[in-house]
């Protein structure tokens, strides 16, 4: 987990760059802007990042999850709260380094060098005795060989290479890479300047041969067989006195202290991420008939806040046996009674169908795979489902494919990063839609604010009978307008359908019997980007058909 070549600044992906595999990749269409890569917005404090460590952990338990912090005074609070968060490797990245495409300011001014990050790093968590179960890596401009020794005897043990295999691939640092311009072939998708490209794998591999030669003689003329032996050693490290008058008068006592005590000074032993006994095994198991001989099976379950992560597990089993394509519909139906814990129906596949009847906490349906989720109050509940809130904050967070249907209020930030879902929901609390891609998201109730920010693609329908909701849009990348399009009523009046028969919602059922009035308060949020590559596809297929005509005449 990271963000940006230095992390806590994402960067943009110009329209002109997204071509049909980038597009395909990132569940967008060519020639719309992305936000690139995709802020954490399910990450506000080491609590959800604990979270989303055991979402990983559990869609796929094999996994070595690690986080990358950039390095800069007060690095080691943090990673000690990452280490404690249960993640397996952490990231030191430095100052130096970063692709043309950063920007500027990231380039001079983010981080500081990755030795100080990376000394603060390794006496912290020494101290507190967390430095053994985790892996500890750095970057930033690693050239040579004793750049390697140099940070193993700081306490690295693993090291990353981003600047330096480009140079070996060919990249001559034209700094072109946003520009699409790059004249060696290697940041650009370009076909006539990616045939300029001459980098090979050997080279890759004739360079890290090389390196590893290089520490291998740095080792044998220090004394050591091992390099583990080396590592987090800084007593080793002498200081060269006779550079000049002024390096004199430098302090690195700070830098090159060494924790004394019997705590581990690299990583010797696994972190426990407390998968073993989570209801997904449960699940696991009484699905086996639809996962190995395709048969229906219909489950239920009563479920508690403390089950978190549910069918994270599931979903993952299924990916690595089936790939993105899942189960065949309804394969795996699942009925729940009660509060689920957070991450509910997390990265659910396709085949698997969640009814929840209760209420849900947060992250519910995050990175949804073609999975379906439906939320809905106890059956015996007496109040107005649509004025109370059911589900907590960032819902469908990273969704690619799916549904998820709500018979009430949510939290916060519902639908972030959107890229292909279908969400219908009775109310939304700030920042819905923010940075959506594609997908739909129907809401029928009151909105927060600063709604639709970011959002390059897909489209969201809005009830608003008070005619307030230009107020609480953000109007930068989006145009609003009535449904007077016979197209999206039909879609919108199919998304309600869908609503109430899944969730038996009274509001839905209302507003199918009295279509005609309730359709005519619906506002249609559309990206102006994304209207206009529409149109310009519309356009190029019409062309085709009418020079297919031309031809048979």
């Not at 967008?28 to 995709?38: A, E």
């Amino acid at each position: 987990m990271a963000q940006g070549a230095k992390p806590g600044e994402g960067g943009q992906l110009p329209g002109f760059k997204v071509n049909e595999v980038i597009a395909r990749t990132r569940h967008s269409i060519p020639g719309i802007s992305l936000i690139s890569p995709p802020p954490h917005h399910d990450i506000y404090s080491i609590e959800d990042l604990a979270q989303l460590i055991f979402d990983l952990k559990n869609v796929n338990p094999r996994a070595a999850i690690s986080v990358k912090l950039v390095a800069e005074s007060g690095v080691g609070t943090i990673a000690a709260g990452v280490a404690k968060a249960k993640a397996d490797l952490i990231v030191i990245s430095g100052a130096e380094g970063g692709t043309g495409a950063s920007p500027a300011s990231s380039m001079r001014y983010a981080g500081i060098s990755p030795e100080i990050g990376l000394s603060e790093t390794q006496q912290t968590l020494v101290r507190n005795g967390l430095r053994g179960k985790v892996r500890l890596q750095t970057d930033g401009q690693m050239k040579t060989g004793h750049d390697i020794v140099s940070m193993a005897l700081l306490g690295a043990e693993e090291f990353g290479f981003g600047t330096t295999v480009l140079i070996v691939l060919g990249c001559v640092m034209m700094r072109k890479c946003h520009s699409n311009t790059c004249p060696m072939g290697v940041a650009t998708q370009n076909p006539e300047l990616r045939a300029h490209f001459r980098g090979h794998a050997d080279h890759v591999v004739n360079y890290f041969r090389f390196l590893a030669e290089e520490v291998r003689e740095y080792l044998a003329e220090m004394g050591f067989r091992k390099f583990n032996d080396i590592i987090g050693r800084t007593d080793l490290i002498e200081i060269d006195k006779a550079v000049s008058q002024k390096s004199e008068l430098l302090d690195f006592s700070r830098l090159l202290h060494k924790e004394s005590g019997d705590a581990s000074i690299r990583h010797t032993e696994a972190q426990m991420h407390d998968i073993d006994s989570v209801l997904d095994r449960t699940i696991i198991t009484a699905s086996d008939p639809a996962i190995s001989n395709g048969k229906e099976v219909s489950l239920e379950y009563a479920i508690a806040n403390t089950d978190r992560a549910v069918g994270a597990m599931l979903s993952g089993l299924i990916a690595d046996k089936f790939g993105n394509e899942g189960l065949p519909d309804e394969s795996i139906s699942v009925r729940f009674k009660g509060s689920a814990g957070q991450s509910f129906g997390a990265f659910l596949a396709h085949g698997i169908s969640f009814k929840l009847e209760g209420e849900a906490n947060d992250y519910l349906g995050k990175g949804l795979s073609g999975g379906r989720i439906a939320v809905a109050p106890p059956v015996r509940s007496h109040f107005a489902a649509e004025k109370n809130t059911i589900a907590g904050n960032t819902l469908l967070y990273g969704a690619t494919s799916g549904e998820v249907y709500i018979n009430g209020r949510v939290g916060e930030r519902f639908a972030v990063r959107n890229s292909g879902a279908i969400a219908v929901v009775e109310g939304v609390g700030d920042h819905c839609c923010e940075y959506m891609t594609g997908g739909r998201v129907v809401v029928l109730g009151a909105t927060g604010r600063n709604f639709a920010a970011g959002m390059s693609g897909g489209v969201a329908y809005v009830w608003d009978p008070d005619r307030k909701f230009d107020y609480f849009c953000n109007m930068e990348m989006v145009e609003l307008s009535l449904i007077e399009d016979s197209t999206a009523r039909k879609e919108l009046h199919e998304l309600i359908r869908q609503h109430y028969r899944y969730t038996g919602s009274a509001l839905a059922r209302q507003m199918l019997d009295e279509w005609n009035r309730y359709v005519d308060d619906f506002i249609q949020v559309t990206p102006i980007e994304y209207k206009r590559v529409l149109a310009e596809e519309q356009m190029l297929k019409l062309q085709q058909k009418i020079a297919e005509v031309q031809r048979d005449y």
